[in-house]
Structures are given as C-alpha cells and as structure tokens.
C-alpha cells in the first residue's frame, strides 16, 4: 500500500510540475508577445504620425534611433525595393505585408519573437481603407524565457521531490502505526491458533476496521475453544459408549456360552471327585495316590485356564488402550481354544490355516480377540443343526484402503472367516453391521456383534469385505495393517 500510494503521489506531483512549468512558460510567452504588440503599435503610430515615406528612405538610421528609445526591443523599418538585401525570411515577411496587405504578422524565428506591421498612408486607393507602402518589424530575445524556464526547472523539481519525500516518509510512519503494527499482531495471533494456542485474545485498541479485525479474532478464537471443548466431550461420549457396547456385547457372547463351560468344567470336576475317592480307597498304595493325584492336578490346572479366558474375555477395561504388535496366530489359537465347548457342542470342525511368517499386527491384543469370537460366534450359529465347518485363513497382502485413490498401499494383514452356512444374502449386506440388525431370528441374537467387530476394526485402521464362501456360505475378510515393530 506504501508503495502504490508513493507511486501514485510521485506521478500526481510530476505531472503538477509539468502544468506548473507549462503554465510558467506560457504565461511568460504571452505577456512578452503582449509588450512586443505594444511596442510595435506604438512604434507604427510615431513613424505613421510623421512623414512615413521620409521615413522609409532612411529607414536603417531611424530603425536605430527607435530601437535606442524601447531597449532590449529591436525595431526595422522595410520597403519591397530594399527586399533584395535581406534574409529570405525577412523578404517574405515584407511581401506578406506589403503584398497582402495583413494587419499583421507574428512570428518565431532564431530564438526571438517578431511582430510585423504594415506603414499605411492616408491615400485611400484600395477597398480596405488603407496602401502599405513598407513594414516595421519589432524582435525581442526570447532567451529571458528560456533563462526563466530554467530558474523554475531548478526551484520546482528540488521542491516536488521534497513533497514526494516527506509524504512517502509520513505514510511510512502512519502505515506502520495504523495499519502494519495491528495487522502484524493479528498475524501473530493467527499463527498461534493455527498452532493449537486458542487462548490468544488480541485487544481491540481502537475503534475502526483494525479493531473490528480484533475483535472478530477473539469471537473466532471463542468460538473455536467452545467448539473444541464440545467436540472433545462428544468424543469422549462415543469412546464410553463404544466401551460400553463392547461390555455388552461381551456380556451376551458369554452368556451364550455359559451352557458349554459348565459342561467343560463338570467333566473335569468328576474325574477329579472320582480319583480322590480312588486315593481314598488305595491310601496305602504309594503308586496310586501318586497317579491319582497328578490326574487331579491336571484336571484342577484345566479348570483354571478354562475360567481364567473367561474373566480374560469379559474383563471391563478402563480408558483407552495402547496398541502394540500382536501375534495374529497365537490370538487365532486361543480363540480356538476358548470356543472350542461352543464349536463341539454344534458339530462345528474348524481349520486355522496360516501363512509362513505371518508378521504381528498394530492393535489391542483384547480387542482384536472379541473381533475373532465375534466372528467365529456368528460363523458356529449359522450352521444347520447337524453342524457345519469353519475354514480360518490368514496371509500378509498389500493393498490401497478402499475409496482412498491418492493413498499410498500399505502391508496388511488379512483374516478370512468362512463357514458352510445358507450364506448372506446380497441385499442384506449393507445392513448387517447396523446395531440391533440381527438374522438369527430363533437364536436369541443381539444384533450387536458385527456392529462391535466393525467399530473395532475402524478404529484399527482397518476394514471388512463380505463375499460368499467357497463351501457356500459367508466370508468376513478383515484388513488389519501389519506392524512394523
């Protein structure tokens, strides 16, 4: 803004002293033309009021005598027969006035003004009133003017620059006060929230178009830290209720199969009831208290992993977990394990089928379990009655997040859950992992399952594709991106 209004300031007080010397020279060129005019009028009547003929006949020494009385004008008297000796210029101005007959003839030659007058006589012989007999001519110098020029040359452009100088000088001062030092701190202010300072609150100094940027800063900022806020409270309120729906989820898939682990924990606690009355009945054989007693230990030993990956599994955890590597194939194993009641209580056979070096995952150790369980759960319930088998699969690829054209592919581990089930239905796809939306319409389902798996995976960075089994029924296949620890 300084320099366009310099520029501009410059160009106005150039083209201001231009007119100025415009107007200078001009006015100086019409009050000389003006006296020269005078004095060639005047100096006609003298030479007209005595004998103009006489006059002409010694024209040169009477040209002389004028020239002495209106010094620094120079006065010639001319008559056509004297045309010969002159200047080609001078001739032509004698037979313009003499020949023509003009009132008269103004002109610029050689660096001076000359004014050219006809010498009438009274003899009336032509129309317009009057005969020229000759001519006088009156010249001035016109390097007075010049000279002026110059002299104003020298006063103006110093004073011009001056102006120039010391207006740039106050708008330097009165921009930076005005308008740079407030713009600089609302800069600074920018800056900090764009950092992540929203508690940068500007004063409003003044009450102008700077003060109103001031004091829209501060109701941004205001706005900005009560939106945060807000959004870190309903952030906070979806990750307890995300928790929350975990529970319950974990909750309704023990309750499920409670049934299956009493049943796996009675058979244990028989053999071990039965093989202490054995040690009863032989307390004095040596050998068979001893065989008695590790077959209880290894019942007592079953018992406790089978309860201990139950509280595991419906352990509430509080806050939110760091995601470290997992070991995808041992998580698999348990899973198994844990399920293993509920699968042969359904006639359900299962293969885990693994790829070498299958690297670790980035996620929650407990949460990536309940997205197996899950799985495997719904897989085991959409068997018939006479049972069915569940196929496991897990392999390393490297693919681009769907819908993500720009991003960059990434290593992912891949997780496929099928079963030999009646398979899921093209239209239902887009709804199975909506909550509360269940199938299992005579299995009691909760409809919280797929919905729990999806948001865990989301929040893995992952996603799940659906596709029909080889054997017929449903594929989940679950992207999880691999570790690099």
């Known amino acids: 803004m300084t320099a366009t209004t310099s520029v501009v300031v410059a160009l106005a007080m150039t083209i201001a002293a231009y007119m100025h010397l415009r107007a200078g020279v001009a006015e100086r060129s019409a009050a000389l033309r003006q006296g020269l005019e005078d004095i060639a009028l005047a100096s006609r009547y003298h030479v007209e009021a005595s004998e103009p ?12 005598d004028m020239s002495k009385a209106v010094s620094p004008y120079l006065v010639e008297l001319g008559r056509p027969q004297e045309a010969i000796g002159m200047t080609s210029r001078a001739s032509r101005r004698v037979a313009a006035i003499t020949e023509g007959n003009q009132d008269f003839l103004f002109a610029e030659e050689g660096g001076l003004f000359i004014y050219t007058l006809p010498i009438r006589t009274n003899t009336i012989t032509r129309v317009e009133g009057f005969e020229a007999i000759g001519s006088i001519e009156v010249s001035v110098s016109t390097q007075g003017l010049e000279d002026a020029y110059r002299e104003d040359l020298r006063t103006t452009v110093p004073m011009s620059i001056g102006i120039i100088l010391t207006v740039l000088i106050a708008l330097l001062i009165l921009t930076r006060f005005l308008v740079t030092t407030p713009i600089a701190k609302l800069l600074t202010g920018v800056d900090d929230v764009a950092h992540g300072d ?40 979806r990750m307890d209720l995300e928790q929350k729906l975990f529970q319950t989820e ?26 202490a009355k054995g040690m009863i009945r032989k307390s004095s054989n040596p050998e068979a208290i001893e ?83 899950n799985l495997l ?17 897990s392999f390393e690829v490297t693919r681009r997040r769907p819908g993500l054209g720009i991003a960059p592919e990434a290593a992912m581990v891949v997780v496929s859950v099928s079963d030999s089930g009646p398979g899921i239905p093209e239209e239902e796809r887009e709804r199975i992992f909506e909550p509360f939306y269940s199938s299992k319409t005579r299995k009691g389902g909760t409809g919280l399952g797929l919905a729990v798996v999806h948001g865990i995976v989301n929040d893995h960075d992952g996603w799940i594709e659906v596709s029909d089994a080889a054997s017929g029924g449903a594929c989940f296949s679950v992207y999880l991106p691999a570790s690099k620890e």
């Open 53 to 64: 003929r006489a006059a002409l006949a010694n024209a040169k020494e009477r040209g002389r």
């Open 291 to 373: 065989k008695n007693a590790t077959i209880i230990a290894e019942q007592t030993a079953r018992i406790t992993r089978i309860i201990q990956r139950l509280l595991d599994f419906s352990r509430s955890k509080v806050g939110v977990e760091e995601k470290v590597a997992v070991d995808l194939k041992k998580t698999i194993e348990d899973t198994f394990e844990f399920l293993e009641s509920k699968l042969a209580a359904g006639n359900v056979t299962h293969e885990n089928i693994q790829a070498d070096k299958l690297p670790p995952v980035h996620g929650n150790p407990d949460q990536i379990l309940q997205i197996l369980t």
């Open 377 to 393: 759960l719904n897989a085991a319930e959409a068997m018939s009655e006479s049972g069915g088998n569940i196929r496991v699969e």
């Open 198 to 237: 929203l508690s940068r609150v500007l004063m409003a100094e003044r009450e102008d178009e700077i003060g109103d940027l001031a004091a829209r800063f501060n109701e941004m900022t205001f706005s900005l830290r009560e939106s945060k806020s807000q959004t870190k409270r309903h952030a906070e309120s």
């Open 250 to 275: 974990k909750l309704a898939t023990i309750g499920q199969i409670a049934a299956e682990i009493a049943h796996e924990v009675g058979t244990p606690l028989n053999v071990i009831s039965g093989r």
